[in-house]
């Protein structure tokens, strides 16, 4: 069966510091795979998606950037964090095509101080 | 444009009452439809969706939803809520991208409280 790993679950980060956030997918190939940024009250914003290796699209002009370095891992980066970058972020995964809905990480929450 | 609707962004039940959370979507094409699950500080899970055929859903955990085209909505139900079922809950549409892929469309959430 399918799994996807997310980590850290938490993270503590000061302003101007950088920031990598891993996720893996394992017992499927060549997954669809995306980031999201939840805030309160704000739903869920797309930030980036990926259908391949090194194929990333990003949804939204921001401080982060995704990278796709194998199949099945997707990381999320920022060089210098920003107090706004605060936030719950999902890793997901889905079929190519992305027909049958998305499958999420249990999420990190980052706080930037 | 293409957009999911929760109109009810908080609803608080009794225990063993029946609930309906509401969604509507605007999409030109035939939808594909689910609804996610979310408990606090975790990530989203699928309960249901529906792409063809029979407008009752099924999903997990008791709950149901009926997709009608002619109102543009897909509302969850279930007819006795358990306290576990407090969470947020998501409505999503699925639409193309110009990749050829179904990008989800989110609606803001309903947060269930659920009075014992």
């Known amino acids: 069966s399918q799994t996807i790993h997310q980590w850290p679950a938490t993270l503590v980060q000061p302003v101007g510091s950088p920031l990598s956030l891993e996720c893996t997918v394992e017992g499927t190939s060549n997954p669809n795979l995306y980031w999201y940024r939840q805030a309160a009250g704000r739903g869920l914003q797309l930030l980036f998606y990926s259908v391949g290796i090194g194929q990333i699209s990003s949804e939204v002009p921001q401080n982060l950037s995704a990278s796709r370095p194998q199949d099945r891992q997707f990381i999320l980066s920022s060089k210098k964090l920003l107090l706004s970058d605060s936030g719950f972020y999902l890793c997901?995964?889905?079929?190519?095509?992305?027909?049958?809905?998305?499958?999420f990480g249990s999420g990190t929450r980052l706080t930037v101080v | 444009a293409q957009s999911v609707t929760q109109p009810d962004i908080h609803i608080t039940v009794s225990e063993g009452a029946s609930l309906e959370l509401r969604c509507n979507y605007s999409y030109g094409a035939t939808p594909y439809l689910f609804w996610y699950v979310q408990s606090p500080g975790q990530g989203l899970q699928l309960l249901l969706k529906y792409f063809s055929g029979d407008t009752l859903v099924q999903g997990i955990k008791g709950f149901e939803a009926e997709f009608k085209r002619s109102q543009s909505s897909f509302n969850l139900r279930k007819p006795s809520v358990h306290w576990s079922d407090a969470a947020e809950y998501f409505c999503a549409v699925g639409a193309w991208n110009a990749g050829n892929n179904r990008k989800l469309i989110w609606g803001l959430g309903t947060s269930l409280a659920v009075n014992p």
């Open positions: 997901a995964w889905s079929p190519v095509g992305g027909n049958y809905g998305y499958t």
